[in-house]
């Protein structure tokens, strides 16, 4: 392994979707600290809560969030406050350019839709908040049909479940089909490998 460890920031907010985040985690987690390290961030360090209730800390504050490669942002009903956090929003401005993957799941989004980083992109969010994403900006060509939806550097995929196979099929292509298919068996889950296969 001749490639030094990537680093994925996983972006906490109030109200995040508990499966946003960890199903994805679950996933990039099994790839291994000589391949990926993950630290978690959000605009203060400390304890941050889910919408279903339980906490994840968040390591760092966005003033000291180390570089990153990849970038992942879940979704939830906490999305609506963030749509209007500057902080949150400058942030990703100025980070996800210079990741080589940001990742969104579910109305995750609408928020990167809002700071303006899917402009002139495909992209897709959860059906239940579908409408809410959109809303943020009429420059982004929303795909309402798709698990996921790849464009560029940016990956946004549909609700909740959706997230882990978006993060199999980054693995895929970071790190090859080989350990994508390893990671998937070795969580015993059963991989969506089509990015339209929307029922």
Known sequence: MNQPA???????YEGFELLDLYGPLEMF????????????????????????GPKTLAEHGFDDAPPLDLILLPGGIGTVPQLGNAAMLEFLRTRAPRA??????????????????????RATSNKMFFELATAQSEK?????????VEDGPFVT??????????????????????????????????????????P
Do not use: F, H, N
Not at 100 to 121: E, F, H, N, Y
């Open 6 to 12: 990537r680093t994925l920031g996983a972006i906490l």
């Open 29 to 52: 987690g099994s790839l291994g600290p000589a391949r990926l390290r993950i630290v978690t961030v959000a605009q203060a360090p400390g304890a941050i809560a889910s919408v279903q």
């Open 100 to 121: 080589q993957v940001t990742m969104s799941v579910c109305s995750g989004s609408a928020i990167l839709a809002k700071a303006g980083l899917l402009d002139g992109r």
């Open 140 to 148: 982004v060509d929303w795909i309402e049909k798709a698990r996921w």
């Open 157 to 198: 995929s549909s609700g909740v479940s959706a997230g882990t196979d978006m993060a199999l099929s980054v693995i895929e292509k970071l790190w090859g089909p080989e350990l994508a298919q390893i990671v998937s068996d070795m969580t015993e889950y059963e991989r969506q490998t089509d990015p339209t296969r929307d």
